[in-house]
């Protein structure tokens, strides 16, 4: 063989595709996004055979058109047609995974079966699988593999190539003989517009009725025929025909199971299944839950990954860059508003970003573990339990999830949620949660304000949830988001060990990402923050106190003091956070002059009070968020209404709550100021009233 071709690599989340993919590539991949989203693409060279490349897909469960992910995985099979498919399947959940096997092979492609996971399958001993027979009845080669434990890649990589050299398409499964005559007849319509070895899926979409094949030019008289043709399968099956393929599908797994699959013990219980008795035990799930999250709070922002940021702080961006920077400065005679441009503006306000990477970096090390190890599946799971009970759809918690590292694909994935009203509340609730950038304010107030209490920042986590929860139980009793939620059906796979490739690749991502933010937007900001706080509307260079950053600060202060945090400082913070959060940390750093951490410690601990403090972390962590997630919200919800209501709810929602907290600490002290109080308390009265207030619930939908 010595011409290029591309073997995609496609298969169910969580199937080990990511851990194959880099055991086939090795270090020969090329990383980039999909056109359009931000769904990573990923693809190399086969490490025994440069001449093919390996397409690793976004993990799906189906190839209908619900989700980008979906709708990249079935526009590259159908369109870019690869030569063939590495299906990766997971043995220890086999019933699932060949649901989306079939619906490969219904693509026509030539497809060789991964079964991944064998060492687990051997330990769990709950059955085997007879690879043979179920390569004979499928008709395609099945491979048994680790990937994690490095099993069997060579025979499989031999598969490959052995296939390449002799491209051969394979028989799809066949399905009920009325299903079959029906999509036969449709495949005999439409004959004259497809390619033969697409025939089969144009049939199954066309008499799924799938959107997504509306391209197709069929003449009036060819559209009849399909439609009589569909409607006369409905009223022999006297079901909707999506439903009567997903059925064929199921029909066709299960006499496949029947004949491949060997239970050795039905009845005794994997060591998976007796960790989730207690884990998602009804009541010590959450309990279990908030001391998981206090432990990565506690290592990332308390211990580990505070060691690492001090050194930044004090060592790199306290001592040796701005001691280097001047000293060259200096030797260069440049001029004194330059050096402090350079010195007050950029260093010190990148520096004080900056400072923060390595609890970020701990934070995501925590969280990857976490998702890797199948520990966060349990929590979308029990989630869901506590979602369900108020109306809302478990499927929100993914996003919000995904947004604990940045909003923007958080929002971006509530494009899995059918229902058009969860979906939009889901879109105005998933960046309450902290992303790694509200996470430096998180790890500035927790440590300038309450350096003894290990519980102040996980609190900022549970606010969070509290919040969504809170505005789903009020959003839906309103008229906008009245529908009922749509059943979520998640299945938990299996506990791993954490595997030390894909945790280092997130966190490295993650980080990136980090850093990268910090040189560009973060940079820009504090040159613009540094000009703003150093000269006047005369454009002469004054003291801080006399710049027009503080005469703007000034008119919107009144606005944050029945907050605690009503002067110029915090107010510019603020709104600086609209373009990125960690602006809030750096333009406090510049608008206060301070010359280090500890001297920006100390002067935020003589301005603010700690439960100042603390509502400003409330506010910034509830209010709009930054412009990009806003960006997306209004791509997502496609009008600019829906974006408004959004922004604006999430900022009152924020300055209710971090009055409400901030009124209160000031009457449990004492320092009670009567329209203040009264403020809090219409705000508590508001919230309350939209939780318990009484409203007819939707109908559930039934679960079938
Ligand atoms: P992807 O979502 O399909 O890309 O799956 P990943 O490659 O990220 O794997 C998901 C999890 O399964 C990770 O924790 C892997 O370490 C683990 N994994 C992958 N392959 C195997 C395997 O052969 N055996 C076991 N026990 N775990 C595996």
Known sequence: MNKQCTVALAGNPNSGKTTLFNLLTGSHQHIGNWPGVTVEKKSGRLK????????????TYSLSAYSPEEVITRNFLINDKPEQIINVLDATNIERNLYFSLQLMETGLP???????????VKQRQYRIDTKKLSYLLNVPVVSISALKKKNINPLTRQVIANTDQPKTYPHPVYDKRLESALSMIEEQIANIIEADQLRWYAIKLFERDEAVGHLKLTAQQQTEIDNIIDTAEKLFNDDSDSIVVNARYDYIERIINMCVVRTSDFSMSMSDRVDMVVTNRILALPIFIFVMWIVYFLSIQTIGTIGSDWVNDVLFGDFIPNSANAILTYLHVSVWLKSLIIDGIINGIGSVLGFLPQIMMLFLCLSILEDCGYMAR???????IFHRFNLSGK???PMLISTGCGVPGIMSTRTIESKSDRRMTIMLTTFMPCSAKLTVIALVSGTFFPENSWVAPTSYFISILTVVGSGIFLKKTKLFSEPPTPFVMELPAYHLPSIGNVSHSVW?????????????????????????NFNFQFQMVEQNDSILRDIGMVIAPIFAPLGFGDWHATVAVIAGLIAKENCVSTLNITFGSSSTASFMSTLRQTYSPMAGYSFLVFNLLCAPCFAAIGAMYKEFGDAL????????QTVVAYMCALSIFQVSEIIQGNVSVYFVTLSFIAIGLMLYGIFIKRERPQQLELY
């Not at 025994?48 to 993990?59: A, C, E, S, V």
């Open 48 to 59: 025994n055979n440069p001449d093919i490349i390996i397409q690793d897909l976004p993990g």
């Open 111 to 121: 497809i060789i079966l991964a079964l991944n996971m064998l060492d687990l399958l």
């Open 379 to 385: 929590i979308a799971f029990v989630m869901d339990r």
């Open 396 to 398: 929100s918690f993914i």
């Open 509 to 533: 991502i993650k980080a990136h990402a980090f850093i990268k933010k910090a040189g560009t937007i973060i940079f820009a900001s504090c040159v613009a923050i540094w000009f703003l706080s």
């Open 642 to 649: 829906w974006t408004w209501r959004a922004v604006i709810y």
